[in-house]
């Protein structure tokens, strides 16, 4: 009995666990410094619990076999879309900044976003993974479309196109996993060009059909041209770049960075989407790049992961999570220095929030649940 608790722990990859413990202490850290001079201080210490209680999700699915998730993935996948219809019931859902995406249970605020982005990878892992199930047929592709799109558009009816977005683009990652041809692969990035295209041309010259909110329009303008409105829609890209760049070399130091003690950087989003400006202005180039280095460590930790699973469902399983915090990462810090528009999404294991915190760390959780059974 002693060896089947032990075992799972030997396996694990303890070099992720400390990459993840590393992130989350500096994460606290700097939500403390992003929330300084805010009225609701504490914040730092709501961190700490969504922290523990992460890390308790993260090892509870260590021990649990995937293929008891597998086995429920119908089940997490209805309930999750039922959670995303509800969310838009108005009086149901709650509504912020103008989104409803938030569902209230026992007094506690959760993103139903957070759970179907983990219960699509799942069943469309299972999908996926049925022996003899080849991804080269168009029925086989049509099915894995079909379990993708419902949670995409009910997200982006919220609307929250940044995580459609990335539950699409994950989605996209595993389906290549999974073996679709190289030729449908760049079929479906040309057609993903090519709707890009057309939303720029609409937005420039026939705005009105666009089927996006004014708010939404106006971050892509102002991405396309920084200048466009710098005291109103432009203006976190505008002081977001302001923190990285002035952060230089080695950062002005912890609890000194001025966009955001100051306030220029709006302490509603400092301490969540843009905490990698502030962390940027404190630390600079170096303590980014050490940044960097970590996630670094996270994501070859799910591709290892990926790599020594014993089968095609643990593959795909890990493949897809590590998909989806490569999306996070890597578009957060995009937005954050003016490569991307502003999307609200948020930076995995750092930005505050509790939902994408639990998420975070049971997405990781499952991919060390693949890592420790790989001789299984």
Known sequence: MTARWIRPVRRMDWILLLAVLALLVTGVLFIFSASTRSVDLPLYKKQIGWALAGLACFLGLL???YYRLRDAAWWLYGTSLLLLVLVL?????RKVYGAYRWLSLLGLQFQPSELAKLATIIALARFMSRPGRE??????????????????LLIAAEPDLSTASV???????????AGLPMPLLGLATLTGLLAVGLLLGLLFWAPAWLPLSDYQKERILVFLDPGRDPLN?????????LAVGS?????????????????YLP?????????????????GFVGSAVLLSL????LSAGLRAAAAARDKLGRLLAAGLTGMLFCHVFINIAMTIGLMPIMGIPLPLMSYGGSFMISTMAALGLAQSVYVRRYT
């Open 135 to 152: 991804m080269n047929a168009a029925g086989n592709i049509g099915g894995a479309v079909m379990i993708v799109l419902p949670p995409v």
């Open 295 to 298: 996630y670094a460590v996270v």
């Open 89 to 93: 019931v108005p009086g149901i859902g």
């Open 233 to 241: 829609h432009g203006w976190n890209a505008v002081q977001s770049a």
């Open 247 to 263: 952060g230089g070399l080695t950062g002005k130091g912890f609890l000194k960075g001025t966009q955001d003690v100051l306030g």
């Open 167 to 177: 539950l699409l683009l994950t989605a996209i990652v595993m389906l290549y996993i």
């Open 267 to 283: 302490r509603t989003v400092a301490p969540t989407d843009f905490i990698f400006s502030v962390i940027a202005e404190e630390v």
């Open 63 to 65: 021990y649990a076999d």
